[in-house]
């Protein structure tokens, strides 16, 4: 699945959900977590499940941030959300395997009552604690759902003691989380999405530094909050045109080598093995994925009254 750019959108908000369907964003997760008040999350669990067919008739994978288990509203939201169309849910306060086990045995159940097929809506757990950082292995094994892991950097600096908002321009405060994250998700075969940008929208270096340093420490895609940080995140986590140039030399060039019995050869003034030569298929997979994504048609604009169209 393609993630390199998730956008929140609070469940409460059709302006929202109706211009993130013509944005050219990966995923949507429409958030009935912290973005709704206490009084609207019934509301906005129907709102969000009318929003998804929208999302998903435009290409773009449907999420859902459903409440954490210490609220005991997630059996709600999932009652209320799990329907054809889902890609998935994700789980803010992951801190250990119990709590992705409970969530997959309640998705059993709501997918069972929505008569779609068992297993089909993945699970995201969001790693917001220092808890969750430790027990991480366990947590990316619990549950064949699981496709990403997500770090939360907010919650998770607030479990450290320290003020989000004078964390460091370099972030070491969240390299050691980050680079935890990104090593388990790859010993487990998962993606590792990279934190929302917790500083000023209007600070747009620093935001460009912070996605820069996702794609550097080896995360598949980043969260964010605002449809302006959808096309650099885009952007950082595709490989460029002459890196995928590259990548088709690189193969074709060991392909032949490998067909004369050679595992090693010399390629554009560097050696190159096995392990170069995988890297540069899996390049060319994501540059699939992108363009097959791209070709996909959107609308600039689309009118409130979608919502009311069925298929």
């Known amino acids: 699945m393609l993630l390199r750019s998730m956008l929140y959108v609070p469940g409460n908000s059709v302006r929202m959900a109706v211009r993130a369907a013509t ?3 990966d995923a949507v997760i429409f958030d009935l977590e912290d973005a709704v008040p206490l009084a609207e999350k019934e509301t906005s669990r129907y709102l969000v499940k009318e929003f ?7 290409g773009i994978n449907a999420f859902v941030r459903v409440n954490a ?31 992705l086990l409970k969530l997959d045995t309640l998705l059993f159940a709501a997918e069972r009552r929505a008569k779609i097929p068992p297993n089909l809506v993945k699970i995201i757990p969001l790693i917001e604690s220092a808890k969750g950082i430790i027990n991480l292995i366990q947590i990316a094994k ?41 090593n388990v998700s790859k010993a487990t075969g998962v993606l590792a999405i990279d934190t929302p940008f917790l500083g000023l929208l209007t600070d747009r270096v620093r935001f460009l530094e912070e996605v820069r340093l996702a794609s550097m420490l080896g995360f598949n895609g980043k969260q ?42 010399s390629f554009e003034g560097r050696m190159i093995d ?29 009118s409130i009254l979608e919502l009311f169209r069925r298929k």
């Not at 959808?230 to 690189?250: D, G, V, W, Y």
């Open 274 to 302: 096995e392990m170069s030569y995988q890297q540069a298929k899996q390049r060319l997979s994501l540059a699939e994925l992108i363009e097959e994504k791209t070709k996909r048609s959107r609308e600039p604009y689309i």
């Open 224 to 265: 964010c909050i605002h449809p302006s940080q959808i096309e650099p995140i885009n952007t950082a986590f595709t490989p460029s045109s002459s890196e995928i140039e590259q990548a088709k030399r690189l193969v074709q060039a060991f392909e032949e080598a490998k067909s004369r019995g050679i595992g090693a050869i």
């Open 52 to 58: 998804i067919p929208l999302i998903k008739r435009q």
């Open 142 to 182: 619990s549950s064949k759902r699981i496709i990403a892991l997500a770090f939360g950097a907010g919650d998770y600096c607030r479990d450290l003691g320290l003020d989000v908002a004078h964390v460091s321009r370099e972030e070491v405060e969240l390299l050691y989380a980050r680079s935890h994250i990104v």
């Open 23 to 25: 944005l050219p964003v």
């Open 69 to 99: 288990l210490t609220t005991s509203l997630t059996e709600e939201d999932l009652e209320a959300i799990v329907s054809k169309g889902l890609d998935g849910v994700v789980l803010p306060k992951s801190e250990d395997e119990q709590d």
